[in-house]
């Protein structure tokens, strides 16, 4: 995966400063580029990156005392850019690191907080002595840190931090807890305890002279900073999410769209400008109604598409995805890797940037995975809002989980850190609202980016929804507007009105159809389903998948693996879990994926 790395260390505790290492350790793939630069003694910056993104990466002050690495991009104005041209030491800032650099420096923590992107980064001031790591506002682009006797690091990816001696991988039961008990980590836990993902909108600084660390929060979510009518917030949201496209998808760029026929997607390729260089790709079975629907979306703008047929041919490659995924990610993400086949689409069609739907989810969160909200969760209490979540959040998991599974109690662990995320929540207006913050601080800035790190290495990803601006204008909006499709609705009646005809995949309906029209669709699509209506059957069948052809891949990751001497679960419960899922004695798919996972990853990023 692309991704920024860097190490203060003393050279003579640390076997040589690693930072050639940690970036060996992240250069998955010959196209990928490691680049690295000593900047002090002890004190090394690096990136592995994408050839397209390497003239925008890295760059050095003007007296060559501060030095600076970005992984991502700044959607900064023209204007932006003009005026930091002219401050003290900002010969050039032409290139995403070297606006970071000049605008640190001239205005701080200030200038950090009025940056729109989707990055990570690293600031060397030589000057203080200090390595800084700096997240985005909604950390879209994940980063871990770990200090131990020898030093510091920081890099994109765990294997690599792990690079440096001494740093304490023994479970975190925190970060254990979240992984079985939500499919996800929330605040900074990962599997380790000596490892932190570093949070959103955040300056982590290293302090060479006595190895102090910390952190602090530049940008705080302030909702309601934007006034109006139900009807202005609509009009405002159409217009700051059809700039956060055009800022995403400039003239001249090799783009990308992966195309559902959902409606997050569709949304983007509605507002796109038009002339640009833009090519989609859609995943589905032979003749899905998301094949269908994308290639009539497609049709409509007049931009080439590929669709991609996902068959029998992928369970035979199902096991090498599957660790592929895991190597990636170090074993913290939860998926069935099927979408690691259609990775080489988006170098074999010369893709350099590709845009994703991710954070749509915020517009209709009537359908947002776990965090889904119902009538219950609008009508909640403070304490019922709590009580909704971790019901929610926990039923595809938990609920497959025997109790004494594990060494120690995940289901109480679970409950105490969903319990500090709620209270870093800060006030809301309605207990519903922490629905959404939780969703924007803890989904999409644990999940999605590790989701989206996957796709790292073939192109750099955009997600137009999670935009400073757009985000802005959701938040100042009550619940009531953000649950069914009526927002993208409204946006495409104005923006691209051909799109509301074309059947949205999610619900067999057209775009804005009432609520019987949508339930009557999805029930007939419910009936294809059964009756084995050609394009109809869902693209995965995990659970059965895991009963029969994946059954040795099962048997031999979780009962005859390093799992069963990890100390967090209890051999004998798991080798029942596993007969008892295979014998069809009980549902336990998530709950194996994410055995299944942990168990491969225990050896990745050590490796």
Not at 26 to 35: D, I, K, N, S, V
Not at 63 to 78: L, M, P, Q
Not at 305 to 313: C, E, G, N, S, T
Request: charged share 20%.
């Amino acid at each position: 995966m692309s991704g920024l790395a860097a190490v203060a260390a003393d050279p003579s505790r640390a076997g040589g400063l690693p930072i050639g290492r940690m970036l060996d350790r992240m250069a998955h793939y010959p196209w990928l580029e490691p680049l690295s630069r000593p900047v002090a003694d002890g004190v090394a910056v690096g990136l592995v990156t994408l050839p397209h993104m390497a003239p925008s990466a890295c760059v050095a002050s003007a007296d060559g005392r501060r030095y600076a690495v970005i992984h991502g991009e700044i959607f900064a104005s023209d204007a932006e850019r003009r005026r930091l041209a002219g401050t003290e030491d900002a010969r050039s800032v032409r290139s995403d690191a070297a606006l970071l650099l000049a605008g640190w420096m001239a205005g701080g923590d200030a200038f950090l907080a009025s940056l729109n992107g989707e990055f990570a980064a690293v600031v060397w001031d030589g000057s203080r002595g200090e390595l800084l790591v700096v997240t985005d506002r909604f950390g879209l682009r994940p980063v871990y840190v770990a200090t131990s006797d020898a030093g510091f690091a920081a890099a994109s990816e765990i294997k690599a931090v792990l690079e440096l001696p001494g740093v304490d991988t023994a479970w975190s039961e925190a970060g254990v807890a979240q992984f079985f008990s939500f499919g996800h980590f929330i605040a900074d836990d990962t599997l380790f305890a000596g490892v932190r993902a570093v949070p959103a909108a955040t300056i982590a600084t290293y302090r060479t002279s006595d190895g102090q660390y910390a952190e602090r929060a530049y940008w705080t979510l302030r909702p309601g900073v934007v006034n109006g009518s139900p009807a202005d917030l609509t009009r405002a949201l159409d217009d700051r999410l059809t700039e956060a496209v055009a800022r995403r998808a400039q003239p001249g760029e090799h783009l990308g769209l992966s195309l559902s026929g959902g409606l997050d997607a569709r949304t983007i390729l509605g507002l796109m400008p038009a002339g640009l260089d833009l090519k989609t790709v859609s995943l589905g079975i032979d003749g899905s109604l998301d094949h269908r629907s994308a290639s009539r979306l497609a049709a409509l703008s007049g931009v080439a598409h590929r669709a991609f047929v996902l068959d029998a041919d992928f369970l035979s490659t199902f096991e090498p995805n599957l660790r592929e995924m895991v190597r990636l990610t170090d074993g913290h993400y939860l998926d069935q890797g099927i979408v690691m086949p259609t990775m080489a689409v988006y170098r074999e069609l010369g893709i350099d940037y590709l845009l994703r739907g991710h954070g749509g989810e915020l517009l209709h969160m009537t359908k947002a995975y776990a965090f889904s909200v119902d009538p219950a969760a609008l009508r909640a209490d403070d304490a019922g809002i709590r009580d909704w979540l971790f019901t929610h959040l926990t039923a595809y998991m938990l609920g497959a989980v025997p109790p004494d599974l594990f060494t120690f109690d995940v289901r109480d662990r679970a409950r105490q850190s969903l319990d500090e995320a709620l209270a870093r929540c800060g006030p809301v207006a309605r207990p519903v609202d922490r629905v959404w913050r939780l969703f924007l601080r803890e989904r999409l800035h644990r999940e999605t980016p590790l989701s989206m790190h996957t796709f790292g290495c073939f192109a750099t990803v955009r997600q137009p929804f999670m935009d400073n601006d757009v985000i802005d204008v959701l938040f100042s909006m009550p619940p009531e507007l953000k649950l069914d499709d009526a927002l993208q609705a409204a946006i495409l009646a104005h923006r691209r009105p051909a799109f509301l005809t074309v059947t949205n995949a999610n619900t067999g309906a057209r775009v804005g159809a009432g609520r019987l029209v949508t339930e009557a669709a999805r029930f007939r699509m419910r009936v294809f389903a059964k009756l084995g209506v050609k394009g109809y059957q869902p693209y995965e069948r995990l659970g059965l998948w895991l009963r029969r052809e994946l059954r040795p891949l099962v048997e031999s990751t979780l009962t005859g693996g390093p799992l069963m001497e990890s100390g967090i679960v209890r051999p004998d419960v798991l080798r029942r879990v596993v007969r008892q899922h295979v014998d069809q004695e009980a549902n336990h798919t998530f709950l194996l994926m994410a055995l299944m996972i942990f168990g491969m990853g225990m050896g990745s990023a050590a490796k």
